[in-house]
């Protein structure tokens, strides 16, 4: 899949609205019957980012790339205790609602913001400068490659959402 941006834009709605969905069911089965879809999303949500990260960060930035997305996990806890708190207050489906709610405004703020990294596509991986004879990769310290925007994190509920790094046009 070349075209990471926009599923990236496209799992972030998706998840927000599986998750708006979750927060006005009470039927168990329903819950379950959301719950599916909305975990397969995030699934391709979190491959896409990986696999963007892999692409996109020189081979020599990866490390330290990688153990900060994964150091912004940390974050989740955080989001974790505030929609808990809200939950005390407003109540379980509507403290679910505003992290569906702050997820989707996260995902607008990213459209208007960063809109070359939603429309963010990998460069295609057939072409005759991408690779060496031998295998090895050809990426060079152009532009797609130096120039990225800082780790963005967001946290919506229990859900941290990091948008890794995206290249500026």
Known sequence: LRVKGP???????GMAVGLFAFSRTDS????????LPYSSIMVVYWTIVTVA???????????????LA???????????????????????QIASAISAGGLLLFAAGMWVLLPQMCRYRSPDSTSPDSTKPDGT???S?????????????????????????????
């Not at 960060?57 to 153990?67: A, F, I, K, W, Y």
């Not at 989001?79 to 207050?89: E, P, S, Y």
């Not at 532009?143 to 946290?155: D, G, I, K």
């Open 7 to 13: 599923i990236t834009m496209i799992t972030m709605v």
């Open 28 to 35: 168990l089965v329903i819950a379950i019957a959301i719950l």
């Open 53 to 67: 990260v892999q692409t996109i960060v020189p081979d020599e930035l990866r490390g330290r790339v990688t153990s």
């Open 70 to 92: 994964t150091a912004t996990h940390v974050a989740m806890p955080i989001g974790a205790i505030t929609v808990g708190a809200i939950a005390q207050i407003l109540g379980v």
């Open 137 to 139: 990769s050809t990426r």
């Open 141 to 169: 310290a152009g532009a797609e490659s130096t120039r990225l925007h800082p780790v963005v994190t967001t946290c919506c509920g229990s859900t941290c959402i990091p948008m890794m790094t995206a290249p500026i046009a």
